[in-house]
């Protein structure tokens, strides 16, 4: 009778795991991501984009928010990553990378990434729970009035320290 028993166990749980490994391949990612990002006023356009099992590429992807274009990548993968949902673009030499735990936290990585609007460099290594933890170095700020030439922000959880240069002043 325990033998039935843990048979049909057995034989549901792995009705259950097929299921959800099958919903996951047939669910249309990208369709379901740009769902998401629409709802929260963020608008993705790329040139093509290609589903595989857990994620999704994009090549020339452009993001706009408040009908302004903010960010651009060569190319763009989201999908899951072990604890999460994962983001790699790069766009030239740089990159940028982003993890969301399942827990909320994020950790975002820029190396020389250079496709921000309004900032010509952008290197990084920020993370955020609790508090904001990291360094942020912004070179050649575009306010739309003046050019900031870097800002360098150390954060420590709920403070933080950092300098701004702008032409021959330097501010900390």
Same mark, same amino acid.
């Given at each position: 009778? !325990?033998?039935? $028993? &843990?048979?049909?166990?057995?034989?549901?749980?792995?009705?259950?795991? #097929?299921?959800?490994?099958?919903?996951?391949?047939?669910?249309?990612?990208?369709?379901?991501?740009?769902?998401?990002?629409?709802?929260?006023?963020?608008?993705?356009?790329?040139? !093509? +984009?290609?589903?595989?099992?857990?994620?999704?590429?994009?090549?020339?992807?452009?993001?706009?928010?408040?009908?302004?274009?903010?960010?651009?990548?060569?190319?763009?993968?989201?999908?899951?990553?072990?604890?999460?949902?994962?983001?790699?673009?790069?766009?030239?030499?740089? %990159?940028?990378?982003?993890?969301? &735990?399942?827990?909320?936290?994020?950790?975002?990585?820029?190396?020389? #990434? =250079?496709?921000?609007?309004?900032?010509? !460099?952008?290197?990084?290594?920020? %993370?955020?729970? &609790?508090?904001?933890?990291?360094?942020?170095?912004?070179?050649?700020?575009? =306010?739309? +009035?003046?050019?900031?030439?870097?800002?360098?922000?150390? #954060?420590?959880?709920?403070? $933080?320290?950092? !300098?701004?240069?702008?032409?021959? $002043?330097? $501010?900390?």
């Amino acid at each position: 009778m !325990k033998k039935t $028993f &843990s048979n049909i166990l057995l034989a549901l749980l792995m009705v259950i795991i #097929f299921s959800s490994v099958t919903v996951v391949a047939l669910v249309p990612k990208a369709i379901l991501i740009d769902r998401i990002l629409m709802e929260k006023g963020i608008f993705l356009v790329g040139e !093509k +984009v290609v589903e595989g099992f857990t994620s999704i590429s994009i090549k020339d992807a452009v993001i706009y928010s408040g009908g302004k274009k903010i960010i651009s990548f060569d190319s763009l993968k989201a999908g899951l990553v072990f604890g999460g949902l994962g983001l790699e673009g790069k766009c030239g030499k740089g %990159s940028l990378e982003a993890v969301v &735990s399942l827990g909320g936290n994020i950790r975002l990585k820029a190396r020389e #990434f =250079t496709c921000a609007v309004g900032v010509e !460099k952008f290197t990084g290594d920020i %993370s955020m729970d &609790s508090g904001i933890r990291g360094r942020a170095i912004l070179e050649g700020i575009d =306010t739309g +009035v003046v050019t900031i030439d870097l800002i360098d922000l150390v #954060f420590k959880g709920k403070t $933080f320290e950092g !300098k701004v240069l702008y032409g021959k $002043f330097e $501010f900390e």
